[in-house]
């Protein structure tokens, strides 16, 4: 069943003119089918904030037909914010006292912005570390995306990312390493992933914390991961709820950064995503740029030229996710109190 527009957030019209379907509450009322609440702690900044809510709502909403979604959408207090996002938050986000006192079934946690080498001396870490403790006892399970990986096996498994020499920047190919977890059933053994990131936690981490590796790429490492219970967190590296578009806008924003001066070179195509004739467009509009004459950027005749192999997999994966939460919270709510189920192995893997 689809999402549930349980508020006003213009994330759901838009949702809708891209054909996806959106359910009022009154209509929602009337069907008799399970409700799963879905918290979004979106710690993106300003520019990515309505886009990151756009790319996980899709996912959730595509995803899987048991149930009605109810996203639940929050931030962190620490995190700066601009003027316009700050509206956009207090008008349509929830807080974190909210949120715990009614509880969740799921939660996602994007990734964030971060300016120095350590994770814990960052400005959102204590607060981060609070809903991660909170999520650990309350909530089934804990989607984390990048940033907030390396969050965690930092501050639960105490293994700090590492620092690349060069970016993880692209679409990288991934196999499935262990087909018989659920969160990989029926999906293909090989598929593609977006990554953008300068940090890594590697297999040898992941291993060392009794986290179970379910997905990597010979090139970009550890995509999928899972808790040692396989379910209580999962953990992706990559950016699967990316758009079409996405890097895309990266390589614009770092390109007229360069353009600017306040990069030192131009960027390295993302992996496997431009086209030679994407490519042979921007290598022109490079030079012309660097040359000094002023351009608009050739976004509309890069469009029809950008793939996405990526989404199909990814819903899948989402799906499967959601199948797990459900399967565990079609008991109860809580997952430290269910009679019945262990919670060292809610889905009673062997």
Partial sequence: MPLVAHNALPTFDRLRRD????????????????ELHVG????MPDAALEATERQFYRLVGESNPIAQFYMHPFTLPTLPRGDAAQGHIAQFYESFDAIREKGLDALIITG???????????????????V????????????????????VMQFRHGHARVKQAEK??????????DGRHPLVADVNTRFDVPHSRWNDVSRAQFEAAGVKVLVESAEAGVHLAVSHDGLRTV????????????????????LL???????????PFPVRYFGRQAQ????EFGSRMQAGEALAFPEAHLLPLLDNTWHDTAEAVIGNWIGCVYQVTHRERSLPFMPGIDPDNPLGLE
């Fill in 40 to 43: 979004l702690l979106n710690m």
């Fill in 235 to 254: 953990f992706f590296q990559g950016h699967p709820e990316y758009d079409t578009i996405s890097l895309l806008k990266e390589y614009k924003r770092d």
């Fill in 280 to 283: 042979a467009l921007l290598d």
């Fill in 132 to 151: 991660i403790d909170w999520a650990w006892d309350n909530v089934t399970s804990t989607l984390c995306s990048c940033l907030a990986t390396h969050a």
């Fill in 112 to 130: 964030a912005n971060v300016s120095h080498p350590n994770l814990a001396d960052e400005p959102f870490w204590q607060p981060l570390i609070e």
């Fill in 19 to 34: 054909g996806m379907t959106v359910l009022e509450t009154g209509r929602a009322a009337r069907q008799e089918i399970r």
């Fill in 257 to 267: 950064l360069a353009a600017a001066g306040k990069l030192p070179a131009l960027p």
């Fill in 168 to 177: 993880v920047w692209g679409v990288f190919e991934h196999r499935v390493t």
